[in-house]
């Protein structure tokens, strides 16, 4: 009787090796050698290119929402575009069952999301009322009442902080770190009829100059003094550069940073220039 044979893993191995130590050591195999080192090169340049191809396409897949932020919001076909603006809309005004919603308000490549409110007649409204209206504390982050959220050149828009309390604002507060600015500088703003997206240059406490408020401006000097002064004081360098034609957004709430504790009003600015 013949007894069958089997070949562990490691006999495979050491006789696969030994065949080719064999290979490699007979004069005649030359032609075989050759044959055999040029398989192996083609082999491992397909694996390479094959690996170097899959990772570009995860970078491109995983890729920061900051860098694509752009092509995104300006690719989609008009008519569908504003389709989704009214959709989005509609749906705060029918969450909230409020009119007063003008947008949604989101910072890119986090999750916060909210609705943009505005009351028609004044600033104080939605400082102490939620999105459906109701009397809190905690308000609700709210447009300036004199800013229409799609043709303005400034836009203001305030919301409550709190040290204690996670306020609607209070996320801003994590512009005092330049690392959280580096991966957060992209704002988007969605109305009825557009999308406004903006670029974080700038990271200020206000003490005691409240004319970031100011919405009425002399002449395109004036206009550009007002927006760079905010470059100048900021905390931090964006290495981002205003001109006199920039629109800008300024999200305002109170500061509760140590270093501005002995003001009585301290407030947090971030300032951001809208990308046409």
């Avoid at 989101?106 to 943009?116: G, R, V, W």
């Amino acid at each position: 009787m013949i007894k069958e044979f089997k070949l562990t893993n490691e006999q495979k191995c050491g006789n696969i090796f030994g065949w080719l130590r064999g290979m490699f050591m007979r004069k005649e195999s030359y032609f075989i050698k050759i044959c055999f080192i040029l398989i192996v090169i083609v082999f491992a340049s397909v694996t390479f290119f094959d690996l170097k191809s899959k990772n570009t396409e995860n970078d491109k897949n995983n890729g920061n929402d900051n860098d694509n932020v752009v092509e995104v919001v300006t690719n989609d076909n008009k008519e569908e575009k504003l389709k989704k603006n009214k959709e989005t809309v509609l749906y705060y005004r029918n969450k909230y069952n409020n009119n007063d919603v003008v947008g949604e308000f989101s910072i890119l490549n986090t999750d916060y999301k909210k609705a943009l409110m505005q009351n028609k007649k004044d600033n104080d409204y939605y400082l102490n009322h939620t999105e459906n209206g109701n009397s809190s504390f905690m308000g609700s982050i709210y447009l300036d009442f004199r800013i229409d959220v799609d043709s303005d050149n400034k836009l203001i828009i305030y919301g409550h902080n709190s040290e204690y309390v996670d306020m609607p604002f209070k996320i801003l507060e994590e512009y005092y770190s330049y690392d959280f600015y580096k991966e957060h500088q992209y704002i988007k703003i969605v109305t009825e009829n557009k999308v406004r997206l903006y670029k974080v240059y700038a990271v200020l406490v206000e003490t005691s100059d409240f004319s970031y408020m100011k919405v009425d401006f002399k002449d395109s000097d004036d206009w550009y003094e007002h927006i760079s002064s905010f470059k100048s004081k900021s905390m931090y360098d964006t290495l981002e550069d205003v001109e006199k034609d920039d629109n800008i957004l300024i999200m305002q709430t109170c500061s509760t940073h140590r270093n501005y504790k002995k003001y009585n009003k301290k407030f947090l600015l971030v300032v951001a220039k809208e990308i046409k």
